[in-house]
Antibody, heavy 118, light 111 residues
Framework: EVQLVESGGGLVQPGRSLRLSCAAS????????LSWVRQAPGTGLEWVGF??????????EYAASVKGRFSISRDDSKSIAYLQMSSLSSEDTAVYYC?????????WGQGTLVTVSS | DIQMTQSPSSLSASVGDRVTITCRAS??????????LNWYQQKPGKAPKLLIY???SLQSGVPSRFSGSGSGTDFSLTISSLQPEDFATYYC?????????FGQGTRVEIK
């Protein structure tokens, strides 16, 4: 069974940084792209970015709203993906989901809530 | 960026009704080598669930009352006979190019 478990969310002050983790199991992590999607309270889904597998260079793509502030990385030895977020603002308050793949997202984590507030 | 526009934003329907949600992309999202349009269902407090991929392919385990159609820029999701567990919000999504974009969602409520 595929499992994706996000962690690391919480309350953070504006301008500070936070790192989210996504622990994966039940599939060949090394061969998979991993994506992050967020959802602000009461709103729709917003793509954050994704990281390709090492076979495809392990490169990343980001939404314009987070480019330069957020960074996605992966540790294939631990089957964990990371979302490093910096210069956070209230507009980054959202539930952050980790998903498998770069396009059609068949598997999702339960999400972790990030609240940016002073 | 490719904009995805869903309609309606919300609808009220009864159990047993046939429901159709439409989604329009601001440019073509694939024709010959595949169509990169997916549909998701989301219930409150839960992660989205993939229902339809490649515009019309039913994801494993999804009831056959769900179907998708369309090509180019115009797509639709149909629920042939609405069931109590189908009351939720539905999103279309294009994965043809980055940034990946979602429609604004369609909330299906009980009449």
């Amino acid at each position: 069974e595929v499992q994706l478990v996000e962690s690391g969310g919480g309350l953070v002050q504006p301008g500070r940084s936070l790192r989210l983790s996504c622990a994966a199991s039940g599939f060949t992590f090394d061969d998979s792209a991993l994506s992050w999607v967020r959802q602000a309270p009461g709103t729709g889904l917003e793509w954050v970015g994704f990281i390709r597998s090492k076979a495809y260079g392990g490169t990343t793509e980001y939404a314009a709203s987070v480019k330069g502030r957020f960074s996605i990385s992966r540790d294939d030895s631990k089957s964990i993906a990371y979302l490093q977020m910096s210069s956070l603002s209230s507009e980054d308050t959202a539930v952050y989901y980790c998903t498998r793949g770069s396009g059609d997202y068949t598997d999702w984590g339960q999400g972790t809530l990030v609240t940016v507030s002073s | 960026d490719i904009q995805m526009t869903q309609s309606p934003s919300s609808l009220s329907a009864s159990v047993g009704d046939r429901v159709t949600i439409t989604c329009r992309a601001s440019q073509s999202i694939g024709i010959y080598f595949g169509t990169y349009l997916n549909w998701y269902q989301q219930k409150p407090g839960k992660a989205p669930k993939l229902l339809i991929y490649a515009a019309s392919s039913l994801q494993s385990g999804v009831p056959s009352r769900f179907s998708g159609s369309g090509s180019g820029t115009d797509f639709s999701l149909t629920i042939s006979s609405l069931q109590p567990e189908d009351f939720a919000t539905y999103y279309c999504q294009q994965s043809y190019s980055t940034p990946v974009t979602f429609g604004q969602g369609t909330r299906v409520e009980i009449k």
